[in-house]
């Protein structure tokens, strides 16, 4: 069952809304972040970013940058 929960969210997609959201940041610097190639995401008739993209993002700010009240400074 913990597999099939774990597979779940690694096909998991967010739109850019759903994706800023979850990451505390304004859809402006999303796109960003999409544009610079630090987020890889699919074109699916609209922007579609995946669960472990996403994971993979936050692992890199975290080891790279200072974080203040969850927004990269």
């Not at 779940?8 to 739109?15: G, K």
């Not at 402006?28 to 970013?49: F, N, S, V």
Request: net charge positive.
């Amino acid at each position: 069952m913990m597999n099939e929960n774990r597979d779940v969210y690694e096909l998991r997609t967010y739109t850019v809304a759903e994706a800023a959201a979850l990451l505390g940041i304004s859809k402006d610097k999303l796109y960003e972040y999409l544009r610079a190639g630090k987020i890889p995401h699919l074109k699916m008739g609209m922007t579609r970013i995946r669960h472990t993209a996403l994971v993979e993002f936050l692992k890199n700010m975290e080891s790279t940058q200072y974080w203040e009240g969850g927004v990269a400074c």
